[in-house]
């Protein structure tokens, strides 16, 4: 079976219970990378997916939230761009400082988010977390000297 599969099944917004389905046979296809670099869960964020596909990727494959693709994106800054709230939320709670991660441009989950003009509840949000998670990092920077 080509597990590059399950990327097409993001894609194309395929049922949550088919997609669970592949995964309980194929769970490696969660770690397959796109021709871009992307992970299924990049897909799944840019493709707008439902919470619980985002949420069953994440529990199948948790690094998925930090890897970067050729561009530099984490699913983050892809969910920024298209994904809701909820979905957003989510990945950072899995790994708050991922909204620190810059692409290759400089941008941040937040300058995305921007860029699009997504809505005031998603830029407060990351802005409060963006900020939350910076000063975690500093002061465990600052502790570590």
Same mark, same amino acid.
């Given at each position: 079976?080509? %597990?590059?599969?399950?990327? @097409? @099944?993001?894609?194309? &917004?395929?049922?949550?219970?088919?997609?669970?389905?592949?995964?309980? +046979?194929?769970?490696?296809?969660?770690?397959?990378? %796109?021709? #871009?670099? &992307? %992970?299924?869960?990049?897909?799944?964020?840019?493709?707008?997916?439902? $919470? +619980?596909?985002? +949420?069953?990727? *994440?529990?199948?494959? /948790?690094?998925?939230? +930090? =890897?970067?693709?050729?561009? &530099? !994106?984490? /699913?983050?800054?892809?969910?920024?761009?298209?994904?809701? #709230?909820?979905? =957003?939320?989510? #990945?950072?709670?899995?790994?708050?400082?991922?909204? $620190? $991660?810059?692409?290759?441009? &400089?941008?941040? /989950?937040?300058?995305?988010?921007? !860029?699009?003009?997504?809505?005031?509840? =998603?830029? !407060?949000?990351?802005?409060?977390?963006?900020?939350?998670?910076?000063? *975690? #990092?500093?002061?465990?920077?600052?502790?570590?000297?």
């Amino acid at each position: 079976m080509d %597990t590059s599969t399950l990327c @097409l @099944l993001c894609y194309k &917004g395929t049922a949550l219970d088919s997609i669970s389905f592949f995964l309980q +046979q194929y769970p490696d296809a969660a770690k397959v990378l %796109t021709n #871009l670099k &992307g %992970t299924p869960l990049h897909v799944a964020c840019w493709n707008k997916e439902s $919470l +619980q596909v985002v +949420q069953l990727l *994440v529990e199948v494959y /948790p690094q998925a939230v +930090q =890897i970067q693709d050729l561009c &530099g !994106e984490s /699913p983050l800054h892809d969910a920024c761009t298209y994904a809701s #709230l909820d979905v =957003i939320r989510f #990945l950072t709670m899995a790994k708050q400082w991922v909204c $620190l $991660l810059q692409d290759d441009r &400089g941008k941040l /989950p937040l300058d995305m988010a921007k !860029e699009e003009n997504r809505n005031d509840d =998603i830029i !407060e949000f990351l802005t409060t977390i963006t900020k939350a998670a910076a000063s *975690v #990092l500093t002061e465990k920077l600052f502790k570590s000297k």
